[in-house]
């Protein structure tokens, strides 16, 4: 991992890409807070961001910590760019930090494919089998439901079966955990800013 700290190349990319309108912060559950005129400004500069920024400069920012993460892989939805899903899918199964998670989901959600499908599986595959581990285990399994709801499939059924790997998941844990069906539908929502994002984008890409 890259240390914002201490290396230039990172801070410069921050500074052009992370920090401007509080991105990292708001991009996310932050967006419904936003008056309808402040959210139309955030993603179309957002939009811009993701118009400018480099492959190799979005590498470097997922090599970075939660922050650069978190952004880059907005900045990869937007402009569809599913060159990244791999990387994403291993960042996502890693669980490397905290925070960034619900961002490659978003991302893996606008891809949109039996392939992000397979990544959201198997990290659930893995993290369902830990009641001990507190990650991304909701909106993981909400977006494989989103997913299941676009692309016409049941990826999610074996994971919701009575008695499967999601209920015993709940059953071994100490606190309540958030439930997948409103987790679906956050997902849903972050999809929507994404869209109206992206058509900003496509305007860019356009030259119009």
Not at 1 to 17: A, G, H, I, K
Not at 193 to 202: G, K, L, M, P, Q
Request: glycine fraction near 8%.
């Amino acid at each position: 991992m890259r240390d914002v700290q201490s290396d230039p190349e990172l801070q410069e990319l921050v500074r052009r890409f992370v920090r401007p309108d509080r991105r990292y912060l708001r991009l996310g559950g932050s967006l419904h807070r936003l008056s309808a005129v402040e959210r139309s400004t955030f993603l179309r500069n957002l939009a811009q961001a993701a118009y400018e920024i480099t492959p190799s400069e979005l590498g470097i920012l997922f090599e970075g910590g939660w922050r650069e993460r978190k952004t880059a892989a907005w900045l990869v939805a937007v402009a569809h760019k599913t060159e990244f899903r791999d990387l994403i899918g291993r960042l996502l199964l890693a669980s490397g930090g905290p925070y960034a998670g619900a961002a490659y989901c978003v991302a893996l959600a606008k891809f949109g494919t039996a392939a992000d499908a397979e990544l959201l599986s198997a990290y659930l595959d893995h993290y369902l089998s830990r009641p001990d581990l507190d990650y991304d285990q909701p909106i993981v399994l909400g977006t494989l439901l989103h997913l299941d709801g676009v692309l016409g499939a049941e990826s999610a059924s074996r994971f919701m079966a009575p008695g499967g790997p999601w209920d015993r998941w709940l059953e071994a844990r100490v606190v309540a955990a958030l439930d997948p069906q409103n987790c679906r539908q956050a997902v849903q929502q972050l999809c929507a800013f994404v869209d109206e994002s992206a058509e900003a984008f496509a305007s860019l890409d356009c030259g119009t």
